[in-house]
């Protein structure tokens, strides 16, 4: 069964302070793997696709990674506009149908 | 190019009742998903559409419906409000190319069953 585990469920960060999420995964083949943001009542915000291990993608102080079984989403000297719920989502190849598994997500907190 | 609205943004009603929810995707885009999210389950993939036809379907009650139009417009009704369903009603939209699809969320719509 397709699952998707992200942790830590939350995260407390003084400004400057960097990190990781890690999202991990289980499913017969990846067509892909997404990060988004979220800010609390709002839709979440894509951030990036991941299609194969190997791959990196970066934006601003944040820059996402993948393995054939997890994905990192790191976070460089991380200001409080950073502060949001970040939520990892899998495709899997034998799904036609382009439907994302996702995870509960990250809630990161960024202190001044 | 626009990205997804929904409307209503805010909505109040009273279990027993019934409520339409309006989603219009980015334009070209021909896939709509719904989800419900809920503090405490988080994401709740309820049903998608692509050209019209229901592609997809979560597990939730048969109180839960859906249509997409023409346009790609999507419409989400629940009927006979339960307080349950209080939730943040989130639409999504995508199109595949090459075999991937990348899905761009709305705002939302808060409904409030009292």
């Known amino acids: 069964e397709d699952q998707v585990t992200q942790s830590p469920e939350a995260l407390r960060l003084q400004e400057g302070e960097s990190s990781s999420l890690n999202c991990s995964y289980t499913?017969?083949?990846?067509?892909?793997l997404f990060w988004y943001r979220q800010d609390p009542g709002k839709g979440p915000e894509f951030l990036f696709t991941?299609?194969?291990?190997?791959e990196e993608k970066e934006k601003e102080r944040l820059k996402a990674t993948l393995t054939k079984k997890e994905s990192f989403l790191h976070i460089t000297a991380p200001k409080p506009e950073d502060s949001a719920t970040y939520l990892c989502?899998?495709?899997?190849?034998?799904?036609?149908?382009?439907?994302?598994?996702w995870g509960a997500g990250t809630k990161l907190i960024i202190k001044p | 190019k626009a990205g997804v609205t929904q409307t209503p943004r805010y909505l109040i009603k009273t279990r027993g009742q019934q409520v339409t929810l309006s989603c219009s995707p980015i334009?070209?885009?021909?896939?709509v998903s719904w989800y419900q999210q809920t503090p405490g389950q988080g994401l709740q993939f309820l049903f998608e559409?692509?050209?019209?036809?229901?592609?997809n379907k979560g597990n939730f009650p048969g109180r839960f419906s859906g249509r997409q139009f023409s346009n790609s417009r999507s419409e989400m009704n629940v009927s006979t409000l339960e307080l349950g369903d209080s939730a943040l009603y989130l639409c999504?939209?995508?199109?595949?190319?090459?075999?991937?699809?990348?899905?761009?969320f709305g705002p939302g719509t808060r409904l409030l069953v009292l």
């Open positions: 499913v017969s083949g990846l067509r892909g």
């Open positions: 334009s070209g885009h021909r896939s």
């Open positions: 991941l299609y194969s291990a190997g």
């Open positions: 989502a899998v495709q899997d190849k034998m799904d036609s149908n382009y439907q994302l598994i």
């Open positions: 999504a939209s995508g199109s595949p190319a090459g075999g991937r699809e990348t899905q761009y």
């Open positions: 559409y692509f050209s019209e036809t229901q592609r």
